[in-house]
């Protein structure tokens, strides 16, 4: 796979997290205003993928056009907002995420040789045990 195919699914797959991000705002509004309409695209939302945006979008086109231009205009929002910081966070998050894993793995390598060294220093010293009792014994 190419990094150019990449960044297309990643931008895919982020921009349909900001139309969710988006719908559940505007889910939220209007709980208080117009519970019926938070109630119907709540159930819309329900019936219809919003992981593929376009086609959650083109679906609500057809049921309310106010509704896809408000989440447009959210969505827009939210990517002015967040887009400036997001690719720093990211890497700083995936480094710090590594950096854990990584610390995690090793401490499980580690306690496996150790338990294992433990275990087999254990056994020789088990052995020896017994030797000096039946040299003992035959004495």
Do not use: C
């Not at 705002?25 to 992981?51: D, H, K, M, Y």
């Amino acid at each position: 796979m190419s990094y150019k195919q990449v960044v297309k699914d990643t931008a895919k797959v982020l921009q349909g997290y900001l139309t969710y991000q988006a719908v559940k705002i505007i889910i939220e509004q209007p709980t208080e205003t117009n519970p019926g309409l938070a109630i119907w695209l709540r159930e819309f939302s329900n019936r219809n993928s919003i992981q593929d945006s376009d086609n959650y979008l083109s679906a609500l086109v057809k049921e309310n056009k106010e509704l896809v231009l408000r989440i447009l205009t959210v969505r827009k929002d939210i990517a002015e907002r967040t887009m400036e910081f997001l690719p720093e966070m990211v890497k700083t998050n995936i480094e710090q995420s590594n950096i854990e894993h990584r610390r995690y793995l090793l401490e499980r390598l580690t306690q496996t040789k150790s338990s294992s060294l433990i275990s087999s220093s254990t056994d020789e010293t088990n052995i020896d045990t017994e030797l000096n009792q039946s040299e003992n014994k035959e004495e």
